[in-house]
């Protein structure tokens, strides 16, 4: 099995029609989605993002430093599991409940580097 991120998107305002019954379904969707998850023994973790933070960048040795703000489009969550492929974890993240809620979901599937091919170094992974 290989690790992948499964990296949420949507827009920053997707749920704020939300109504308090359509919430709990949305959190209880997501509830099943992690449990089946864990079930079949291929959640490493996954956690919703709060949108605050900053945004760090450096040039030319000059670090910048700025809050972090919300675009159109933000990350909202991770989902970090384990595929046998590709393909795979591309299945895993069509059911995850974003789709079903919102219209403006995006998941990006991508795998987890866990050794560099050049020096042969190994990522920690615990």
Not at 38 to 46: C, H, P
Not at 49 to 61: P, V, W
Not at 63 to 72: H, L, V
Request: aromatic letters at 10%; proline letters at 3%.
């Amino acid at each position: 099995m290989k690790e992948f991120m499964l990296l949420i998107r949507n827009e920053s305002n997707s749920k704020s029609g939300f109504n308090t019954e359509k919430e709990e379904s949305f959190l209880n969707s997501c509830k099943t989605y992690i449990e089946k998850l864990r079930v079949e023994g291929r959640l490493i973790s996954a956690q919703p993002l709060i949108r605050e933070g900053a945004m760090l960048s450096n040039t030319n040795g000059i670090w910048k430093e700025n809050t972090f703000s919300e675009g159109e489009e933000v990350i909202v969550g991770y989902y970090h599991i384990l595929a046998k492929d590709l393909k795979e974890a591309i299945e895993t993240a069509k059911g995850n409940p974003e789709f079903e809620y919102t219209s403006t979901a995006r998941v990006e599937i991508r795998p987890v580097k866990m050794k560099e091919s050049g020096t042969g170094f190994i990522y920690p992974n615990k």
